[in-house]
């Protein structure tokens, strides 16, 4: 086996890498950019290596630099992870000429299946169901929306060498096509150093659905069941689960032979994933093949027992498969989150900066019978930056049923506590809560046809606004306790008894309750009307204290967990995807507050605010310039995703107040109109 490794990647993959070598008696190598000088890698790693600046283009993108890392230090192999150089056949042909084994696929498989073009046509030779398009090389605009036409719409623009929802679009005229041929091309030069791109028919309402194969040297290749990655967001994966709650034994073992015949006909080697799309009528169709290790991994591991990393690893050392395709079988669900630093709260843009707090829930079993997953490159006071995708972490439960999954990641997401950046941990919490989902009637569509607004606060109802009342009236109870305990804050508190009637807002709802017990005997909350006649009694159970951002405990026998900021007269709680303001008031306080003024927002309807942090790509307008509504006014990048900036209405351009390589923060005023 070998005796050290080095990891071309960084964050959460590469964390996931050093675990599995750990854990095989294999010292591990890191690599890393001036920006993850301090990151959780390079501390995880034997040893690590600086390789440049921070954007990729000069670090994680250069091969030259990464092998001689490897010479330097006596790395025997290199695993390339996902994205960077993990699909780039020159990097793996590099390796071979250097004499240093890649933990992945041979050379062939990656050039005919890691170009998007090549492995269409591979997949049709091998007779894979595959989808209608061009697969020729497109030079311009012009040239995209002929070929769209021919096709007709919808039509899919995508980058040849892309993956992870870079350099896609979906059109619908001949001026979406116009735009998304340009945004495309412009995101695979970025991200992957190549920027063409092919045209496809768009399948309306279709799963996305995948194979993960297995296949090592000796011509031996298995299917390990499917993914369902139906859950986008701008091509972007969200929640991936498996197995899938659409195939029925026949489409599993179809698509799953499918996707082996296409292996074996690239002598293809290592772990890879064969992505389908499959219509409502469980007709599938060959969408890519990604000659890597996939993000969404863990779901597979968790229903097999399989650790792909390390068959990844004993596949490019030589050994054979330990298991043939009979032996393989499906043992329970699992649901897997990506934690994004987006903010889903405006159109789920990137967030950027310290994660001031970082408390993940607690990974392992559980009493219920489920399991804990997290896989993470970060910590606490780690830095989100804007050179790289926007990943905090994946979350991964199981369960025997798919119920207990859902359930089980569901409570994971209200304990996992982040402050520093926005995040998209409500969104993930509001689609587990979702009834669409859960009863697994998916689509790629299924978030822009469930919130075709964008994600938006909602205010807590029934069950959760009880629960949510219920606990800030009882944080601030034992609040009031705290304080008679403490020297000075309560004169002569020894024998003091406050008030038990407490008056909670949350947005526009007004709970009157009355509190009983302390902390050491167990408390009750009554809830009342507005004269104080008893409604409804809770009990609670819980070891809570001030200062645990996360209340865990009972509320009337029901396990929850709630996240907890405190702010003036009340609490911001987080729980099942609502985030909202609790404020709690004695009748005399409500009354003072009702007389205070409200404070206004200042009025930015004439400036062009940057609607997130990043770099400014180009500005299309000139001072003095007339705009009409919908026509572009900038282009911001960050975390390599381009952001077209429109005019919402007629305008005049008076002011430019940034410039094109201007790095903004959110918020940052770009230009003004009159």
């Known amino acids: 086996m070998f005796k050290k490794i080095l990891i071309a990647n960084r964050g959460e993959i590469a964390c996931r890498v050093i675990k599995t070598a750990r854990r095989m008696g294999i010292k591990t190598v890191a690599v890393y950019s001036e920006a993850d000088r301090n990151a959780v890698h390079v501390e995880m790693a034997d040893e690590a290596v600086l390789i440049g600046p921070a954007a990729a283009a000069q ?43 890649f933990i992945g696929p041979n050379i062939e498989a990656i050039k005919a299946m890691g170009d998007k073009i090549e492995s269409k046509k591979a997949a049709a030779e091998a007779r894979v169901s595959t989808v209608p398009g061009y697969l020729g090389v497109i030079e311009s605009p012009e040239q995209a929306i002929t070929i769209a036409n021919d096709i007709g719409y919808p039509v899919m623009i995508k980058a040849s060498a892309g993956g992870g929802g870079k350099g896609m679009r979906i059109a619908r005229s001949a001026d979406e096509v116009r735009e998304g041929f340009l945004t495309s091309t412009a995101e695979a030069k970025s ?3 190549d920027d063409r791109v092919f045209i496809e028919k768009f399948v309306e309402n279709p799963r996305h659905i995948e194979i993960q194969v297995l296949g090592d040297k000796h011509g031996n290749v298995v299917y390990v069941f499917e993914r369902e990655c139906s859950i986008q967001r701008r091509n972007q994966k969200v929640i991936e689960e498996a197995p899938s709650p659409f195939l029925d034994e026949a489409t599993r073992k179809a698509m799953g032979e499918q996707a082996v015949a296409l292996s074996k006909a690239v002598n293809y080697e290592s772990a890879g994933t064969v992505e389908f799309i499959v219509d409502p009528d469980k007709n599938f169709y060959f969408l890519e093949m990604n000659t ?46 990506r934690v994004y630093a987006e903010d889903p709260f405006r159109k789920f843009l990137p967030s950027i900066g310290r994660l001031v707090k ?30 790289y995708d926007p990943m905090i972490a994946k979350l991964i439960t199981w369960g025997q049923t798919r119920e207990a999954a859902i359930n089980a990641q569901a409570a994971a997401l209200d304990a996992f506590y982040i402050d520093g950046i926005e995040h998209n941990i409500p969104f993930l919490s509001a689609l587990m809560q979702h009834p669409r989902w859960r009863k697994g009637d998916l689509s790629t569509g299924f978030i822009a046809e469930e919130y075709p607004d964008g ?22 109870h034992i ?18 008894r406050l008030g038990a009637a407490r008056i909670c807002k949350l947005g526009n709802f007004e709970q009157h309750v009355v509190l009983a017990g302390d902390y050491k005997s167990g408390t009750t909350v009554t809830f009342t009307d507005a004269e104080g006649n008893p409604e409804k009694t809770v009990g609670f159970e819980t070891h809570w204290w001030f200062g645990k951002p996360i209340w865990h405990g ?16 009340g609490f911001d709680l987080s729980y099942n995807g609502v985030r909202t303001k609790a404020y709690v008031y004695t009748a005399r306080e409500a009354e003072m507050t009702a007389l205070m003024p409200e404070k206004k927002a200042a009025d930015t309807s004439k400036k062009l605010l940057c609607p997130m942090p990043g770099l400014v790509i180009s500005i299309s307008v000139e001072e003095g310039q007339e705009v009409k509504e919908g026509e572009q006014l900038a282009i911001v990048e960050a975390m390599k995703m381009q952001n077209v900036l429109k005019a919402e209405r007629d305008v005049t351009v008076t002011k430019l107040r940034a410039k094109p390589g201007d790095s903004l923060a959110v918020d940052a005023v770009i230009m003004e109109f009159a």
């Open 191 to 193: 991200s992957f150093g």
């Open 292 to 337: 890597r290790l996939q993000v969404e991994h863990p779901v597979t591991e968790m229903i097999t027992g399989l650790d792909l990393v390390e068959q990844m690893i004993r596949v490019a050392y030589g050994e054979k498969l330990p298991f043939k395709q009979e032996d393989l079988k499906i043992d329970g669900w699992a649901v897997e989150s």
């Open 358 to 387: 970082y408390r993940p829930p607690v990974e392992g079993p559980r009493l219920n019978g489920t399991i804990v997953r997290n896989d993470t490159g970060t910590e606490e006071g780690g830095e989100i930056s804007m050179f």
């Open 479 to 496: 609040n009031n306790i705290r304080r008679r305990h403490i020297s000075g804050q309560l004169p002569h508190a020894v024998g003091l």
């Open 554 to 569: 009972k509320v009337d026998g029901k396990e929850v967990s709630v996240q907890v900021r405190v702010i003036p007269n």
């Open 59 to 101: 670090s994680y993108l250069v091969a030259e630099k990464i092998i001689e890392a490897a010479k330097k230090t006596g790395a025997e192999a290199i695993h390339p992870g996902y994205g960077f150089l993990s699909e780039n056949a020159g990097f793996a042909e590099a390796l071979k000429e250097a004499g240093i084994a």
């Open 455 to 476: 994600f938006k606060h909602r205010e807590p109802e029934g069950e959760e606004r009880d629960i949510l009342a219920a606990v800030a009236a009882w944080i601030d």
